[in-house]
């Protein structure tokens, strides 16, 4: 059977900005038979996210996560639909997923590296897994649980940055749902603004490339800032972190500003930002939700419950077919997307 697949094509290099040409679609032969132990399924979703960029590079600077290799398949979060099983906890029609799916239309996998999901959990709505009731709505939960410190009904206020993103789009949303009094959310067009003041339950919003983030802070923040969810890192958190009260908590989820740049993780703050810091005993930790998956499972039973509520209100931006995994990639790095860039691969499903 012939598979189409999209490959690494080039590298941007540590230093450039990645482009849809760096990846290609090929056709590929996928083997009639499958082994012991494998599934045969059909890819419906596939995820593009700010951490991929890393593994755009020979070398991607941290032991958990393994460089895609030129000419070879990609791979990533994806859900796919099980059409033939030798594996015993897999049958025809389960829904299943996995962080490393090859981004082919069908493939066949090692059943032991795949997840079957629960439909009901999402309404249906199985992208979703991909998203809020998945890595990006865990790593916002549990986050904001293990290191934003947040109190109900003592009045904190949390600032979110890259906040119309995957995470920053839910985690203000968390913010308040674990008791924050205020949240003000930061993002680049005034699209993205009105949505997270209309739609998301944001207290206010700053568009950081119109606006003086400094001074909207000072004005939208006037106790200060308490818990800061950051996604973004560079002058944006220079910015925040300088406005930050004492014994405030930076969450240090991602840094996409910095992620075509060659600088380590997390990158270090400017000096007059790392004196604030200490001076303010401002916790700044390294966050890796990989290192909690003792609460995967409460945390998106707790995720599909507050979505099930109407709490948690979760937004997409999707993209039809393999052939533009590239240009959503491209695009989600340059914020193209409000909330979890997916790409739908197949609607289909029905075996």
């Not at 991607?60 to 791979?75: A, E, F, N």
């Not at 910095?258 to 810091?277: F, G, R, T, W």
């Not at 290192?291 to 995720?303: A, M, R």
């Amino acid at each position: 059977m012939i598979v189409q697949r999209v490959v690494l094509n080039s590298r941007p290099g540590v230093n450039g900005n990645p482009v849809a040409e760096n990846f290609r679609v090929e056709e590929v032969n996928l083997p009639n038979n499958i082994n012991e132990g494998q599934v045969q399924v059909r890819t419906l979703y596939l995820s593009v996210d700010p951490y991929m960029r890393c593994r755009m590079n020979e070398d991607t600077g941290t032991d958990y996560i393994t460089p895609w290799q030129l000419s070879q398949v990609v791979d990533g979060g994806g859900i796919g639909i099980v059409e033939e099983s030798k594996h015993l906890n897999f049958t025809k029609g389960d829904f299943v997923i996995s962080f490393y799916w090859p981004w082919q239309t069908k493939v066949i996998l090692d059943g032991n590296g795949l997840e079957k999901v629960d439909p009901q959990l999402v309404d249906g709505h199985l992208s979703y897994f991909l998203g809020a009731i998945g890595m990006p709505g865990l790593t916002s939960l549990i986050g904001i649980q293990e290191k934003g410190h947040i109190t109900a009904g003592s009045n904190q206020t949390m600032v979110v940055s890259g906040a119309a993103g995957a995470c920053g789009s839910l985690a203000g949303q968390i913010g308040h749902l674990m008791g924050c009094s205020r949240v003000v959310g930061i993002c680049g067009t005034q699209e993205k603004c009105l949505l997270l003041t209309s739609e998301l339950g944001f207290d206010a919003a700053v568009n950081y490339k119109k606006e003086k983030v400094a001074e909207q802070l000072r004005e939208l923040c006037p106790a200060g800032v308490d818990v800061y969810f950051d996604n973004v890192g560079g002058d944006i958190s220079d910015t925040v972190i300088s406005q930050m009260n004492r014994n405030s908590h930076v969450i240090l989820c991602g840094q996409i500003s910095q992620y075509n740049k060659d600088v380590p993780y997390p990158p270090p703050l400017p000096p007059a930002v790392e004196a604030i810091q200490k001076e303010r005993n401002i916790t700044r930790e390294r966050f890796l939700v990989l290192n909690y998956k003792d609460k995967f499972e409460s945390g998106i039973l707790q995720l599909s419950q507050w979505f099930k509520e109407g709490k948690l209100k979760i937004k997409e931006t999707v993209m039809n077919g393999l052939e533009n995994m590239g240009a959503a990639f491209q695009s989600m790095m340059t914020g193209g997307n409000i909330g979890k860039q997916i790409v739908c691969i197949s609607e289909e499903t029905s075996v």
